[in-house]
C-alpha cells in the first residue's frame, strides 16, 4: 500500500506501520529489535493510524473534541490514544470548541432560523460544557439579532394576512415555539410585525 509497510518478524508475525513510523523507528531488514522496542513500535504505529484518521475527520470540516472523539471510538481506536491525539491537535489549534460552536450556531441560525433554546439542545450534541454552550449562544445572538430571525419568518405572511387569520397567527406562534425562540421574543417580534 502506498506508504504503508508490513513488517514480519521472525517468529512469523505480521503487522502493517506507516512510511513515518518506518523511519521514525530505523527499521530495516535483518534488524534487530528487543520486544520492548516492538511494543513502543506498535503504540507509536497506533498513534499514528489514531492521528492520520482524525486528521481525516477534520480535513472534511470542522469538528468539536467530544464529536471526533465519539467518531475515533466508533471506528475502534484507544480512548487513551484518542486522548493524547486530540491533546496534541489542541495544542496546535486544529481543534477548537469554541470556533466550532461558532460556526455551527451561525450555520444552524442561518438554514433553520432556530432560538437560544434550540440551539443550546443541538450544541449539548457536540459540547460537554454547558458553561461554553451559554458562552456561544450569548456571543451569537448578540451578533445576529433574534428579532430579525423571527422576522424573516413572519415575512413570508403579510400584516394584515396574520391579524385576519388567528389559525394563521397560532400556526406561526407555534412554528416559533419548536424553532426554539422563546414566548417573550417571539411576542415583541410579532407585536412589532403586525404594528407595521
Same mark, same amino acid.
Given at each position: 500500500?502506498?506508504?504503508?509497510?508490513?513488517?514480519?518478524?521472525?517468529?512469523?508475525?505480521?503487522?502493517?506501520?506507516? &512510511?513515518?513510523?518506518?523511519?521514525?523507528?530505523?527499521?530495516?531488514?535483518?534488524?534487530?529489535?528487543? &520486544?520492548?522496542?516492538?511494543?513502543? +513500535?506498535? !503504540?507509536?504505529?497506533?498513534?499514528?493510524?489514531?492521528?492520520?484518521?482524525?486528521?481525516?475527520?477534520?480535513?472534511?470540516?470542522?469538528?468539536?473534541?467530544?464529536?471526533?472523539?465519539?467518531?475515533?471510538?466508533?471506528?475502534?481506536?484507544?480512548?487513551?490514544?484518542? *486522548?493524547?491525539? !486530540?491533546? &496534541?491537535?489542541?495544542?496546535?489549534?486544529? !481543534?477548537?470548541?469554541?470556533?466550532?460552536?461558532?460556526?455551527?450556531?451561525?450555520?444552524?441560525?442561518?438554514?433553520?432560523?432556530?432560538?437560544?433554546?434550540?440551539?443550546?439542545?443541538?450544541?449539548?450534541?457536540?459540547?460537554?460544557?454547558?458553561?461554553? +454552550?451559554?458562552?456561544?449562544?450569548?456571543? +451569537?445572538?448578540?451578533?445576529?439579532?433574534? &428579532?430579525? !430571525?423571527?422576522?424573516?419568518?413572519?415575512?413570508?405572511?403579510?400584516? *394584515?394576512?396574520?391579524?385576519?387569520?388567528?389559525?394563521?397567527?397560532?400556526?406561526?406562534?407555534?412554528?416559533?415555539?419548536?424553532?426554539?425562540?422563546?414566548?417573550?421574543?417571539?411576542?415583541?417580534?410579532?407585536?412589532?410585525?403586525?404594528?407595521?
Amino acid at each position: 500500500k502506498k506508504n504503508r509497510y508490513i513488517v514480519t518478524t521472525t517468529s512469523g508475525n505480521r503487522f502493517e506501520v506507516s &512510511e513515518d513510523v518506518l523511519i521514525a523507528s530505523s527499521l530495516h531488514k535483518n534488524k534487530e529489535i528487543s &520486544e520492548t522496542e516492538l511494543n513502543k +513500535i506498535l !503504540i507509536s504505529e497506533n498513534y499514528f493510524r489514531v492521528k492520520e484518521a482524525a486528521l481525516v475527520l477534520l480535513n472534511y470540516r470542522m469538528r468539536s473534541e467530544k464529536e471526533l472523539c465519539l467518531r475515533l471510538i466508533k471506528k475502534g481506536y484507544s480512548k487513551d490514544i484518542i *486522548d493524547k491525539v !486530540i491533546n &496534541e491537535l489542541e495544542k496546535k489549534n486544529w !481543534i477548537d470548541d469554541e470556533k466550532f460552536g461558532l460556526a455551527f450556531s451561525r450555520d444552524q441560525i442561518n438554514r433553520n432560523k432556530i432560538g437560544p433554546i434550540a440551539l443550546k439542545y443541538k450544541l449539548r450534541e457536540f459540547l460537554d460544557s454547558i458553561d461554553l +454552550i451559554n458562552k456561544i449562544s450569548t456571543k +451569537i445572538y448578540s451578533e445576529i439579532k433574534i &428579532e430579525s !430571525i423571527i422576522l424573516q419568518l413572519l415575512q413570508k405572511y403579510t400584516p *394584515d394576512k396574520i391579524n385576519s387569520d388567528d389559525r394563521l397567527r397560532k400556526k406561526l406562534i407555534n412554528k416559533l415555539k419548536r424553532k426554539g425562540h422563546y414566548w417573550q421574543d417571539i411576542d415583541g417580534a410579532l407585536t412589532k410585525y403586525l404594528d407595521l
